[in-house]
């Protein structure tokens, strides 16, 4: 009978065990190693991180934690706007070199640049005198255009050419970016001296312009031909203008990076320099032995000065560890060590495409919190790139990676290099170093070891834990800890979710169909919506016939209830769009409006201007015919053919799925043949996206946060150019981004950003469906620490706010902006409605 019996129970038992195993709720006591609750916040993630590198890492998990340890020369906003953060101020400079004109004097020349500017310039020097020379692979690329002839009888006709140096600059103004770019610099001094500077570059490419077969002229205007010209020109060393932008930023002082954790007494834990560079931190008895490690190690000079100091400045458990000590102060040496090491192949960044237009970056001996990066053209997206996180130069740079490369037995010595000519970023990896997984920090949280002194400090497959940094140079978080629970990512969603409502965690981000629910308990629960830097669209091949003309577009996105998918397809949890851009960015344009005359109904012959493309299927009827279309039989014919899309999709489950279904639905209720085929992602992107073997894809966008559109939009970014597959041309959208890559000014960026949306989108190269948000459900102990003033010594006064403050709510940003701002109360505190807005 016990045999029956256990038959029945042991199952029992060991489905209950693998189900508490599942949904397991942390406790207080997994969840610290102190009983408070109310000093962390608790999160999760869908895996383990592996390396906190910033640079070199390419996992979410790793972001997600590391965004942590380290910051930026500039931020994003909680508006998404670029701002100084660990600059005081940023002045984007604009230093040229251009050509003398031939009909003018340097010294006149001089004269009409500072009457056009003003105090606006701050110097103008004599220039280098241009030496043209033309290289063997240049002649046969200038061979190959046709122009050889041309480009050397200009370059012969002026053997020297005598250039001036101009520099623009403002001054600057602490917390903002202040920009003295001037990108008109050619056509505003033609005005002033009303004529061209370069007569003679547009005579030469005029005369072999001339010259040139019809055939060759026929796709192509005479400006950009002369700029393909003068183009060639520049590469043999005659560039008319030469644009230098030059971001110059007075760093924060009294800034300093976090070192640790560290086990051992502080007094035999040193910090090591050679000749003044960081060479390592050492664990030994005494100052003599740390330095006769050194030497070893490294084998510098005899006459080197080699020197180790403790941590003077300290914090944790000095005793028995871990403790964290204060590293040097951080200055415009971190700054060029992490671009010039990025843009270097052998650092083994993913990300070095980004920073190869940096020529320069200019530190100052008698000033180490000045730093000037300066590129290599206008163009302002790459500001954007300075929020990059930087790296600790203590801890990167060649003598210290050097001494590493020596304790894991891959040195000079070791491989047989002569030290002169040996490499470490080659003899060790970036990614093998012991800062993947032991990092200084710059940032507002450290890592809090969970294994002792053993690596990694986290608990794979259970919990990360960050302790508050003591040294942050900015407000404190308002925790001391944030532990983030790693969940297997095939039960993360359902784990997370019950662990969340059990109260073992502070967040949860909710599923478009579970938003309604948690709406009804709003009594425990904040629900916070954002708009991420995404969007859903149909493309429309606008390279086929049938849909070059813009009627038929339009026709087909009138056909389409957007509304009825936002409603059915993502529960309502979508904001409809109406162009191309991401609803949350600066560059969206709310006020766009588009003219329609309506063919059909009461409002025929009428025009008004209308924010969405109205869902009316006798005006798409109307457009179709007038656009010369028949209709017979309940379908659309014209010149005899058939008015069919061929229609594609990915297998991909999710929204665009149902999305399409309901497209197809209502296009052939309007008359319309659908052949609509899925394929599997890489066969869709490639042979049929990519490709432009299709009428109308069904797509996303999910992006960055700057305004630089080409490679969605421009005429030559067809594939395999660039991503514009619905081979969209307007060249009037073509100049406008173009142009906007040279402004700095930001009221100057939203506006012309503006003009491009609304050029795109009155053309219905897509139909624009909606932006999809993001719910986070966020349980109501949490608070706001609003700072509402300061006291009579002038520190800050912070009051608990809810989290769907109207300060939170218009915000752009995602909740992490506000985290460290957050802190858990022991009963769900009231508000007045008062503080939900003051």
């Known amino acids: 009978m016990w045999i029956k019996r256990s038959l029945v129970v042991v199952p029992i038992l060991l489905f209950v065990f693998l189900a508490q195993s599942v949904f397991w709720v942390p406790g207080s006591a997994s969840i610290a190693d102190n009983d408070s609750r109310q000093n962390r916040i608790i999160l999760y993630m869908g895996g383990n991180p592996e390396d906190m590198n910033p640079w070199t890492s390419t996992k979410t998990t790793d972001t997600t934690i590391s965004d942590y340890f380290f910051e930026g020369v500039l931020r994003y906003n909680r508006m998404y706007e670029v701002e100084p953060w660990l600059a005081d101020t940023v002045v984007v400079r604009h230093e040229l070199t251009t050509v003398v004109p031939r009909h003018m004097t340097p010294e006149a020349y001089e004269q009409a640049i500072r009457a056009e500017y003003g105090a606006r310039v701050d110097t103008v020097a004599k220039g280098p005198e241009l030496e043209p020379k033309v290289s063997d692979e240049l002649k046969k690329q200038i061979e190959a255009a046709g122009l050889l002839k041309d480009v050397l009888a200009f370059i012969e006709s002026r053997p020297k050419v005598p250039t001036l140096k101009v520099s623009f600059s403002a001054p600057p103004v602490k917390g903002k970016i202040v920009s003295a770019v001037q990108p008109e610099f050619e056509p505003q001094l033609e005005k002033r001296i009303g004529s061209e500077l370069f ?103 005899k006459d080197a000065k080699v020197e180790a100091e403790n941590y003077e400045y300290r914090f944790g458990d000095e005793k028995d560890g871990p403790w964290w000590g204060r590293g040097p102060e951080f200055g415009s040496r971190d700054v060029k060590l992490t671009y010039d090491h990025i843009k270097n192949a052998d650092f083994g960044s993913p990300r070095r495409s980004s920073y190869t237009s940096i020529v320069e970056i200019r530190t100052f001996p008698q000033d180490p919190h000045r730093l000037q990066v300066v590129y290599d053209e206008l163009y302002s997206p790459a500001l954007s790139d300075l929020t990059g996180n930087l790296l600790p130069f203590h801890r990167w740079n060649l003598v210290a990676w050097t001494e590493e490369a020596v304790r894991k037995n891959v040195g000079p010595d070791d491989l047989g290099i002569d030290r002169a000519k040996y490499n470490p970023m080659r003899a060790l990896r970036s990614r093998d170093r012991e800062f993947a997984l032991s990092p200084s920090y710059l940032g507002s949280m450290i890592l809090d070891p969970m294994n002792k002194a053993s690596k990694p400090y986290w608990q794979n497959n259970l919990r990360v834990r960050l302790r508050r940094n003591e040294f942050y140079w900015n407000r404190q978080a308002e925790y001391e800890f944030v532990d983030w629970f790693v969940f297997d990512p095939a039960l993360g969603s359902e784990t997370s979710e019950v662990v969340f409502m059990g109260g073992g965690m502070d967040l949860y981000s909710a599923k478009d169909y579970q938003v309604q629910r948690y709406e009804e308990m709003t009594d425990r629960y904040y629900v916070i919506k954002r708009q991420p830097t995404t969007y859903e669209y149909f493309g429309f091949n606008n390279t086929r016939e049938l849909l070059k003309d813009k009627r038929v577009r339009l026709a087909l996105s009138m056909a389409i209830n957007v509304e009825e998918i936002i409603k059915y397809v993502c529960f309502d949890q979508g904001t409809r769009i109406n162009g191309p851009a991401y609803p949350v960015l600066p560059w969206y344009n709310n006020e766009h409006r588009f003219e329609h005359t309506w063919r059909s109904g009461p409002k025929k012959g009428t025009t008004e201007k209308l924010q969405y493309v109205p869902f009316d299927m006798e005006e798409a009827k109307a457009l179709l015919l007038e656009a010369g279309f028949r209709e017979q039989g309940g379908k659309l014919f014209k010149d005899g053919k058939a008015l069919r899309l061929q229609f594609i999709n990915s297998t991909s489950p999710g929204p665009r799925q149902k999305s399409a279904v309901l497209a197809k639905e209502r296009w052939e209720q309007l008359g319309v043949e659908v052949d609509y085929k899925q394929y599997e992602w890489n066969d869709f992107i490639q042979r049929f996206v990519m490709a432009m073997n299709f009428d109308v894809c069904v797509l996303g966008w999910s992006g960055g946060l700057d305004f630089d559109s080409r490679q969605l939009w421009e005429t030559p970014s067809t594939p395999p150019n660039g991503l514009n597959f619905v081979g969209y041309s307007n060249p009037e959208a073509d100049a406008l981004m173009n142009k906007i890559l040279k402004v700095y000014d930001p009221d100057e960026q939203v506006r012309l950003s503006h003009e491009i949306f609304s050029k795109i989108a009155s053309d219905f190269p897509y139909i624009f469906l909606y932006s999809p948000l993001t719910t986070t459900i966020v349980d109501r102990h949490l608070v706001w620490r609003k700072q509402t003033g300061v006291d009579k010594d002038g520190k800050p006064i912070y009051e608990d706010r809810p989290l769907d403050h109207e300060y939170i709510k218009n915000s752009r940003a995602t909740w992490r902006y506000f985290e460290p701002e957050l802190v858990r109360r022991e009963e769900i505190p009231v508000f007045s409605d008062a503080q939900y807005k003051d």
């Open 199 to 301: 007569p003679e570059l547009t005579a030469a490419a005029q005369t072999a312009w001339d010259a040139m077969p019809a055939d060759k002229k026929k796709d192509q205007e005479f400006d950009d031909f002369k700029r393909e010209f003068g183009d060639l020109l520049s590469q043999a060393g005659i560039a008319h203008i030469q644009h230098n932008p030059v971001v110059d930023c007075a760093l924060h002082k009294g800034v300093y990076w976090t070192d640790g954790p560290f086990f051992d007494d502080p007094a035999n834990v040193w910090i090591t320099k050679v000749d003044g560079t960081e060479a390592g931190i050492i664990v030994a008895d005494s100052r003599d032995e740390a330095i006769s490690v050194i030497r070893e190690r490294l084998k510098p000079a």
